[in-house]
Nanobody, 122 residues
Framework: QVQLVESGGGSVQAGGSLRLACVASEYIANISKAWFRQAPGKEREGVAAIDTDGPSYYADSVKGRFTISQDNAKRTVYLEMNSLKPEDTAMYYC?????????????????WGQGTQVSVSS
């Protein structure tokens, strides 16, 4: 069982930046990782995903603004978020071990973190 712990959330003004980090309890270089978010009253949605050999995937709403990356030595996956908008406000979750389906589908990952809150004010 892989434990995932997110950090880096906070409150920023529109146009600002945040960097989220997700640290795993064990080696995760050989499994896919992803970031999801869920706003109040909305379904959880995929934001970005990265495969073991590097290819990454992004939701249309964040392309060009968010970047997913990984540091295998630190067992960490990052989400760099720039040009933040109020509609980016949500709880952000880290997920790992893709088990099938779309890379940005919530049902496609086995392990989940507890989330970190991101709030963007206008």
């Amino acid at each position: 069982q892989v434990q995932l712990v997110e950090s880096g959330g906070g409150s920023v003004q529109a146009g600002g930046s945040l960097r989220l980090a997700c640290v795993a309890s064990e080696y995760i270089a050989n499994i896919s990782k992803a970031w999801f978010r869920q706003a109040p009253g909305k379904e959880r949605e995929g934001v970005a995903a990265i495969d073991t050999d590097g290819p990454s995937y992004y939701a249309d709403s964040v392309k060009g603004r968010f970047t997913i990356s990984q540091d295998n030595a630190k067992r960490t996956v990052y989400l760099e978020m720039n040009s933040l908008k109020p509609e980016d406000t949500a709880m952000y979750y880290c997920a790992a071990r893709w088990v099938g389906g779309g890379r940005l589908s919530p049902g496609a990952y086995r392990y989940w973190g507890q989330g970190t809150q991101v709030s963007v004010s206008s």
